[in-house]
C-alpha cells in the first residue's frame, strides 16, 4: 500500500502537443519538467502523478537511468522505490509512456531528477598516522610536512569544504604549542615558539667526513672519559651512550617520536554542530641543527700572534657539503678563509680605523654548486685599541682676550682629535696646563679637563704682559701630545675707526668700466692697540648698492678700495650714493658706540656708452628636413640696442646661397633647394649693428643642420661583371644610397622577373651586399641583362640592369676575346684603368726607342772618329 503523496504534481499530456498544461493553466515545455529530492529520503516516496486525456490508459511504461530505483505505478503515480545516494548518482533522466494493452499511446515524456547532496559522510585523512622530520630552529611559518583528507560529499557544497585544527600537542610540558596547522592547507610548521623551544636529542657530533661506526664513536668515548680497566661493553655509562646514538642514527618518528600531534579535519567549514569530523596522528622527530649562526664576532684589531687563525666554525646539517665564503661589501681587502671543514680564517692583522666591520656570507654546497643550507650571514666587528695618540688641530692656537674682562670669561677652546674609536676610553681626551710664560702667581688661566675650554682665572692687564704662552697636555689613557696656546692680550675697543674725511665727493665712471676696476680710495685709522682685533677695520657698503654692484677691498689696515663688483648699466642705475660704514671686528667697550665719525659718503655717476646690439639669445641653432619649402622661414634673428637706436642685420658664410636674410627683420628664409647629400650642417655669421653707426655691431653664429628625407634610391655601384663558364664564381654586387639613416641601408636586393627564375640565384649579404650566383650553366658564351631591384630600408628603390657575361675565360681567369673582336665593355673605371696602362706602356717603348736610336748615334760617331784616325 503506497504511503499518502509527500507532493503532487499534475501534468495533462495532450497527443500530438509540444507542450503540456500544469495545474495553474501555463504552458510547461515538456524537457523542462526538473524535479529534486534529497539522497536518503525514506521509501516509497512520490514524486509525481502523470494524467493522460486518452480514456484507455490501462498502464504506463519507464524507461532510462535508475529503474532498479524508481518505479512507475498503473495509475501513473513516480515513486521512488529505493532511497537514493548522491555519492552513487546525482542526477536521474527517465522517460514516461502510456500505453493501452502494452500499446504507447501517449509520450515519451523526459523527468529529470536531482539528488540533493545531505552531509551523511564524515571526512577522512588519506593516511592514518603520518611521520615527519623538522629541525631544530626552522623558521616558524614554513611548512615542513602536511596532512591531507577527502569527503565524499558534494564537493560544491559546504558538505565538503574542510577546515584543519590542531587538537593536541604530546608532549605539551610547557602548555606551549611548538607547532600549528594551517586550516585551509593542512600544511604544518612551527611556531614562533617552536622556533626558539625546540631541542634535538643530544648527540655526538662529527666533523666533515669522519667514520661514524661504532669503533669511531669508542675512540670519541675513550679520549673523553678515558677507562683502561673496564671494557666499553661493561661500562653502563657507554653502553647507555651508544644505544642512544644508534637510536638517533635509525630514528623512526613512528616507533619513538619526539611530538605526537593530533590534528582533525571538520566539514562545513567547522561552522556549524553539526559538522562531521575526522582525526589522525603526526608523529614528529626533532633533528639537530647544526647550521647555527655563531653570532657576533669580535676581533681586537692588530691582534698579534701567528696567522691564519681560526675565529669560528660553522657546520652544515648535510656531511659533504663544500663550503664557500663571500664577501658581501665590494672591498678590495678580504682578510677571511674557510677550510673544508667550516673553519673560518683570518689571514692578517686587522685596523679598526680602516674597516671597523665585516660582514661574510657562508655558503653550503653540493658539488653541483646547490645550496644545501640557506646561506649564513656573519658580522665581524673589528674592536678598538689605544694604538693612537691624540693630535692638536693646529700647530700653535692663538687667542685673543681683551684686557680687564671679568674673572671666568671664556677665552677659547682647544681643539684635538684621536682617531681610536669615539665614545670610548681609547679615544677620551683630557687636558691639562703644564705650563705657563710668563708664570704668574697665582695662574692666570685655567681648562676644562674634558672640553678643552679656557677661561682667566684673573683681569688681565695689557701693561703686565701683552702675550701668554700655555703648554697644553692633551692625553688619552695611553698616549699624550703637547699642544701649544697662544693668549694675546689686547687692548679695550675703547677707540672709534674715524674716517680721513666724511664726504669723497663725487665720481664719474664709464658705463663698460671693466670689474674690479677701483672707483676710489677711502681710508680711517683707529687707536686702538695696533695689530689688535680692535684696530682692526671692516669697510661696508651700507646703502646705496643697489644690486651689490660696488664692493670694498681692504687689508683691515685702514684702507679701503671702493671696486666695480658687477658690471655698469647706465640704463638700468645712472648713479648712486653710497653710505660706507668703518667697523672693527672686537665688540666697543660698554657704553661706547659707533657714531658718523665712522660713516663716509660718495657719490658715484655712470656715464652712457653707445654699446653694441644685443642679441636676446647666445646659441642659435636650426635643424630644418632637407625638402622644406622655398621661401620657408627658418629662423628670426632677434637683437636690440641698449640706446633704443634702429638697428639692421646681414649675414655671412652662406657659400651655397641657399638663404637670405631680411636686414630690417632679421628673418631668414630659404631662396634655394636644401639637400643634405650636399652640405649636412652649415654655419652662417648674422651680424647686428646700428643703422647709423655700422661699426657698432654684434656677431652670432647661426648653425643649420639638415634632416635627412628619402630623395636618394639605392645604386649599382657597379653595372657589369663576368663569369668563367667552366668554373663559374658568385658575383657580389655592391649599391650605395646618399641617404643617411633611416633611409639609407640596409639594401634588399631582388630579380625582377614574372617568376622565379631557374638560371639565377641573388641573395642579400649584408647591408649593402649581394651575391648572385649562376644556378644552370649556358651551352655557349652569352651576356645576360639581368633586372635588379634594390630598396633602401624604408622600402624605397627602382630596377636597375645588371649586365653578366659568361664567357670561355683565359688562364689567367680573364674572358677571352678573339683578335679583331670587341671584348665585353668595361665599366667607366675599369674603362680608364686600361687606357692609363696602355698609355703608359706606349710611353715606356718611346723612352726606350729613344734611348736605342741615341746609343746607335753615339757608336756611330765613334766609328767614324776611328776612321779618320
Not at 694604538?387 to 682647544?414: H, K, R, W
Not at 657597379?718 to 663558364?725: G, H, I, K, S, W
Request: contains cysteine.
Amino acid at each position: 500500500m503506497m504511503t499518502p503523496m509527500v507532493h503532487l504534481c499534475l501534468l495533462a499530456l495532450l497527443l500530438g502537443s509540444a507542450a503540456g498544461l500544469g495545474l495553474d493553466g501555463k504552458k510547461v515545455p515538456f524537457e523542462n519538467l526538473v524535479m529534486k529530492v534529497q539522497e536518503g529520503t525514506p521509501v516509497p516516496y512520490a514524486l509525481c502523478q502523470f494524467q493522460v486525456s486518452h480514456p484507455g490508459v490501462n498502464a504506463f511504461r519507464l524507461n532510462g537511468e535508475g529503474s532498479d530505483d524508481i518505479k512507475i505505478s498503473a495509475d501513473g503515480w513516480l515513486y521512488l522505490d529505493k532511497p537514493l545516494d548522491w555519492s552513487q548518482n546525482d542526477n536521474y533522466l527517465v522517460a514516461v509512456e502510456a500505453l493501452v494493452d502494452d500499446e504507447v499511446v501517449e509520450g515519451p515524456i523526459f523527468a529529470t531528477i536531482h539528488v540533493l547532496d545531505i552531509n551523511n559522510h564524515a571526512p577522512y585523512f588519506n593516511q592514518s598516522y603520518y611521520t615527519a622530520l623538522v629541525r631544530e630552529n626552522t623558521p616558524a611559518g614554513v611548512p615542513f610536512t602536511r596532512v591531507f583528507a577527502l569527503d565524499r560529499d558534494d564537493p560544491s557544497t559546504p558538505n565538503a569544504q574542510l577546515t584543519y585544527s590542531l587538537v593536541s600537542q604530546i608532549p605539551n610540558r610547557h602548555n606551549t604549542l611548538l607547532f600549528q596547522v594551517d586550516p585551509n592547507s593542512g600544511e604544518i610548521s612551527t611556531t614562533e615558539q617552536g622556533e626558539r623551544m625546540l631541542n634535538a636529542r643530544e648527540t655526538i657530533q662529527y666533523a666533515r667526513g669522519e667514520d661514524r661506526s661504532a669503533e669511531s664513536l669508542r675512540a670519541k668515548f675513550n679520549n673523553y672519559c678515558p677507562s683502561p680497566t673496564v671494557p666499553n661493553e661493561e661500562n653502563p655509562f657507554f653502553t647507555c651512550v651508544e644505544r642512544a646514538e644508534m637510536r638517533r642514527s635509525n630514528l623512526d618518528p613512528l616507533e619513538d617520536p619526539d611530538y605526537t600531534l593530533i590534528v582533525k579535519v571538520h566539514d562545513m567549514g567547522g561552522a556549524s554542530e553539526m559538522a562531521l569530523s575526522g582525526n589522525s596522528r603526526v608523529h614528529i622527530a626533532v633533528q639537530p641543527n647544526l647550521w647555527v649562526n655563531p653570532g657576533r664576532i669580535a676581533i681586537q684589531e692588530h691582534l698579534e700572534g701567528s696567522y691564519p687563525r681560526v675565529i669560528t666554525k660553522v657546520q652544515s646539517n648535510e656531511p659533504g657539503a663544500i663550503y664557500r665564503l663571500v664577501q658581501k661589501e665590494r672591498e678590495l681587502r678580504f682578510p677571511f678563509q674557510i677550510t673544508e671543514d667550516g673553519e673560518i680564517l683570518l689571514t692578517e692583522e686587522l685596523d679598526r680605523e680602516e674597516k671597523d666591520m665585516y660582514i661574510l656570507v657562508v655558503m653550503a654546497e653540493d658539488v653541483y654548486e646547490n645550496q644545501v643550507d640557506p646561506p649564513m650571514e656573519i658580522h665581524v666587528v673589528v674592536e678598538d685599541v689605544n694604538d693612537n695618540a691624540p693630535v692638536c688641530e693646529e700647530e700653535e692656537t692663538v687667542f685673543e682676550v681683551q684686557e680687564d674682562e671679568p674673572v671666568g670669561s671664556p677665552i677659547g677652546d682647544l681643539i684635538a682629535h684621536d682617531a681610536d674609536q669615539a665614545e670610548t676610553l681609547n679615544a677620551l681626551l683630557t687636558y691639562t696646563i703644564m705650563s705657563q710664560q710668563p708664570s704668574t702667581s697665582p695662574e692666570a688661566f685655567a681648562i676644562d679637563a674634558a672640553s678643552g675650554r679656557i677661561q682667566t682665572l684673573r683681569a688681565l692687564q695689557r701693561r703686565d704682559h701683552q702675550v701668554y704662552n700655555l703648554d697644553v697636555r692633551v692625553s688619552d689613557p695611553a698616549h699624550s701630545v703637547l699642544c701649544k696656546v697662544v693668549v694675546k692680550v689686547i687692548d679695550v675697543n675703547n677707540e672709534l675707526p674715524r674716517f680721513e674725511k666724511n664726504d669723497y665727493g663725487s665720481y664719474t665712471v664709464v658705463e663698460d668700466a671693466a670689474v674690479g676696476q677701483t672707483v676710489l680710495n677711502i681710508s680711517a685709522s683707529d687707536d686702538d692697540d695696533a695689530d689688535s682685533g680692535s684696530s682692526f677695520i671692516e669697510f661696508h657698503i651700507t646703502a646705496g648698492n643697489d644690486d651689490g654692484v660696488f664692493a670694498v677691498e681692504t687689508d683691515g689696515k685702514g684702507v679701503g678700495h671702493v671696486v666695480i663688483a658687477k658690471p655698469l648699466d647706465f640704463e638700468t642705475s645712472s648713479s648712486y650714493k653710497l653710505k660706507i660704514d668703518a667697523r672693527n671686528p672686537e665688540p666697543l667697550m660698554s657704553g661706547l658706540e659707533y657714531g658718523a665719525e665712522s660713516t663716509a659718503f660718495a657719490s658715484v655717476s655712470v656715464t652712457d656708452v653707445d654699446e653694441v646690439p644685443e642679441f636676446t639669445l647666445d646659441i642659435l641653432e636650426v635643424v630644418v628636413p632637407e625638402n622644406i619649402t622655398k621661401g620657408a622661414v627658418l629662423l628670426t634673428v632677434e637683437a636690440k640696442d641698449p640706446e633704443g637706436k634702429e638697428i639692421r642685420f646681414k649675414m655671412e658664410g652662406d657659400t651655397k646661397g641657399w638663404l637670405e636674410l631680411n636686414p630690417a627683420t632679421g628673418q631668414i628664409t630659404t631662396k634655394d633647394k636644401l639637400d643634405r647629400e650636399t652640405l649636412e650642417t652649415f654655419e652662417v655669421t648674422v651680424t647686428a649693428f646700428e643703422k647709423d653707426n655700422p661699426e657698432k655691431f654684434d656677431e652670432r653664429m647661426v648653425s643649420v643642420r639638415l634632416l635627412d628625407v628619402n630623395d636618394n634610391t639605392p645604386k649599382l655601384t657597379e653595372t657589369q661583371a663576368f663569369m668563367c663558364l667552366k668554373k663559374p664564381e658568385p658575383v657580389f654586387i655592391k649599391a650605395h644610397d646618399g641617404d643617411g639613416a633611416p633611409f639609407s641601408q640596409p639594401f634588399t636586393f631582388a630579380l625582377v622577373h614574372s617568376r622565379k627564375s631557374h638560371n639565377w640565384d641573388l641573395q642579400t649579404i649584408d647591408g649593402t651586399t649581394a651575391k648572385l650566383t649562376l644556378k644552370k650553366m649556358p651551352t655557349e658564351d652569352r651576356t645576360f641583362s639581368l633586372p635588379i631591384n634594390v630598396k633602401d630600408n624604408a622600402g624605397m628603390g627602382v630596377t636597375q640592369s645588371f649586365e653578366v657575361q659568361v664567357c670561355t675565360c683565359t688562364e689567367l681567369g680573364y674572358c677571352y676575346v678573339a683578335p679583331g673582336e670587341h671584348g665585353f665593355k668595361y665599366g667607366m673605371g675599369p674603362t680608364i684603368g686600361i687606357l692609363a696602362g696602355t698609355l703608359g706602356f706606349c710611353v715606356l717603348v718611346l723612352v726606350v726607342a729613344v734611348k736605342r736610336s741615341s746609343k746607335r748615334s753615339k757608336n756611330s760617331e765613334e766609328a767614324e772618329k776611328n776612321a779618320l784616325m
